[in-house]
């Protein structure tokens, strides 16, 4: 589903972010991207959504090369981007709209759904991250926890494909992680593409079927976790 082929990038400060990244990952993989602070990981989950280019190297989706011109195709990035669903390290960047429905329906509504999927969509996306009681709220307004889980269900209710998260157990509380790790489990189920950095090791157990372990922009060692799951 993910293929890149050889991806560097360097920001326009010319910092050397990811540095000849040559990795595949098959429809319905759970993949963890780990290692230390500054070593690509998210730079590689920003290429992979799209949100930033290789500078070399190529990328691929569904077969479909994805670079600026292919981006610049508002019909051929709207559907890249329904299939591809990124939750951000820092949801506040993600959240704007003015009462959490508002803000699960967004993007149903720029699909061009009717108004009754559109609502049918965000009653089910609210339930399915248990947030039925914050649907009048203002997002901006909602605990980190909170709007990490209602930036989840904005993301599902696009029904993507794959899903590419960044570091999502980051700064939740027990409670909060325990959500997340759940939802993880059920989107594992549902046979969806996951894609996520993590500093989680138990998260990683869990969910991953592969570990990339990055180094200084470089892919160090893939390799398939040890199992904690007693499925
Ligand atoms: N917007 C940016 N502009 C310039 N350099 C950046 C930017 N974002 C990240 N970097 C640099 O790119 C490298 C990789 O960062 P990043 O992908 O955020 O790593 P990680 O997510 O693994 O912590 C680091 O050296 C970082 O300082
Ligand atoms: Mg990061």
């Known amino acids: ?17 990811l540095e000849d990244v040559s990795l595949k ?36 989706f569904d077969g479909a090369r994805i670079d600026k011109a292919a ?17 951000f390290q820092n949801v506040d960047a993600q959240l704007f709209c003015g009462s959490v429905e508002d803000e699960i329906a967004f993007g149903p509504r720029q699909l061009g759904l009717s108004e009754a999927e559109c609502r049918a969509r965000v009653d089910d996306c609210l339930k399915l991250l248990g947030i039925e009681a914050l649907r009048n709220r203002a997002p901006y307004a909602t605990s980190g926890g909170e709007k990490r889980r209602i930036a989840f269900a904005c993301v599902l209710s696009l029904n993507p494909d794959a899903l590419v998260m960044d570091e999502p157990l980051a700064g939740l509380d027990v409670g909060a992680q325990e959500t997340v ?37 470089r ?13």
């Open 219 to 231: 892919i160090a060692a893939i390799e398939e976790p040890p199992r904690s799951r007693e499925k």
């Open 181 to 217: 790790v759940e939802l993880l489990r059920s989107l594992k189920a549902a046979k969806k593409t996951l894609v996520f950095a993590t500093h989680n090791e138990a998260l990683v157990r869990e969910i991953a079927d592969v570990r990339v372990g990055m180094d200084s922009g």
């Open 25 to 60: 990952i098959p429809r319905g993989r759970a993949v963890a991207l780990t290692g230390a602070n500054g070593c690509g990981k998210t730079t590689l989950l920003r290429v992979l959504n799209g949100l930033i280019a290789p500078t070399k190297g190529e990328y691929f």
């Open 71 to 87: 981006l610049k195709d508002a019909r051929f990035a709207k559907e890249f981007h329904r299939r591809v669903g990124f939750v």
């Open 1 to 17: 589903m993910f293929r890149l082929i050889g991806v560097s990038h360097a920001y326009d400060d010319g910092v050397s972010a």
